[in-house]
């Protein structure tokens, strides 16, 4: 019954080893699994810095000041949200220096223009090196100059236009850095209306007014530095 017992074993091991041996080859063909692929980003924080040029005026009383001949720099913080690695959506906020002509100079005129704003931007082929992308939206815009020593006696007047960035475009290309890192060079173009004028004259006249419809522009060329999580 012992001798029987043991050779049922050895039969039962050999016939494993044999399924064992066989089975080998088929495993070493089996091909590796693949590492899943990354997942796409999600989150984008963008830095920019620009420079602007005003376009046509028609009016002081309801366009931008005459005196008002730029931007000296306009540094802007993107915040956006993709929707695919192409199609992204941001909400943007930029404040540029003013810029003034010599006749009101540094010391007299000082002030800048804000803006906040949201869109949408289009990236054509974002897994290649160099990628052109569009843009384009809406928003809100404020100017704020302050002039000082308007007369012997030393006065000052801060006025600030309020209004609506009606429509923006812009176009750019990146460079890819890394899967998480893009910079590049981009336009962009916008026309805007301000509504409103605030002049303050202290402490002798405080003042609001609406301002009738009339178009300003701006182009603005500048560099974009932006972080995809």
């Not at 963008?46 to 005459?66: N, Q």
């Not at 990236?123 to 843009?135: D, I, K, L, M, N």
Request: a neutral charge; charged letters at 20%; glycine letters at 12%.
């Amino acid at each position: 019954m012992l001798a029987s017992s043991r050779s049922l074993l050895r039969r039962c091991w050999w016939f494993v080893s044999c399924l064992g041996f066989l089975s080998l080859p088929a495993a070493a063909q089996e091909p590796s699994p693949e590492p899943p692929p990354a997942a796409s980003p999600r989150f984008g924080l963008g830095v920019r810095v620009a420079h602007g040029f005003p376009g046509d005026i028609s009016s002081e009383e309801t366009g931008l000041p005459r005196d008002l001949q730029g931007l000296v720099i306009a540094p802007q913080v993107d915040v956006s949200w993709f929707y695919s690695p192409h199609l992204s959506f941001g909400l943007h906020g930029q404040y540029g220096v003013g810029r003034y002509s010599r006749y009101c100079g540094d010391e007299s005129c000082r002030g800048g223009v804000l803006r906040v704003g949201l869109g949408l931007q289009y990236q054509f082929t974002p897994e290649r090196v160099w990628s052109a992308w569009v843009g384009a939206g809406v928003g809100y815009e404020r100017h704020m100059m302050k002039e000082r020593n308007l007369d012997q006696w030393g006065e000052s007047r801060s006025s600030v236009w309020s209004g609506f960035e009606l429509a923006r475009a812009e176009v750019g290309v990146d460079l890819k850095l890394s899967e998480h890192f893009r910079v590049g060079p981009y336009v962009t173009g916008s026309a805007g209306t301000y509504l409103w004028r605030s002049t303050r004259a202290a402490p002798y006249m405080d003042r609001t007014e609406s301002l009738d419809f009339a178009l300003h522009f701006w182009v603005m060329p500048g560099v974009r530095l932006q972080a995809r999580l």
